[in-house]
């Protein structure tokens, strides 16, 4: 089972970060009727970039927990074991401005 977050659709600019909302894992346990395991993200883009996920135990402080590359024309699917309270997705796009209609980031938590 998996709790699923659409992060942005949004076109981002050259060069741009994401910052995703703060997602509490103990907010997920009743999808699960248990805990979750693992937070992943997926990014589909038409330019490169860097997919990360971030954890932390106040939302103040986030450490980077795992980083993938996007590929033009492609995507990146991310997981990262649960060690943290919070987790969110950042992404910092490449050079060249997303087309529109052509990116979005999804993320979930996992139980696998």
Do not use: C, H
């Not at 997602?23 to 997926?42: I, L, S, W």
């Amino acid at each position: 089972m998996a709790a699923y977050f659409t992060e942005t659709s949004t076109q981002q600019a050259a060069n741009a970060t994401f910052n995703g909302t703060a997602r509490d894992v103990t907010d997920q346990a009743g999808a699960f009727g248990g805990d979750a395991n693992r937070f992943g993200a997926v990014v589909n883009t038409d330019q490169a970039g860097t997919l990360y996920i971030d954890g932390s135990t106040d939302k103040a402080t986030w450490r980077q927990q795992g980083t993938m590359a996007a590929v033009v024309g492609g995507s990146a699917d991310l997981s990262v074991p649960v060690r943290y309270r919070y987790y969110r997705v950042r992404y910092v796009n490449g050079g060249t401005q997303t087309g529109t209609g052509n990116f979005s980031i999804q993320s979930s938590f996992l139980n696998a």
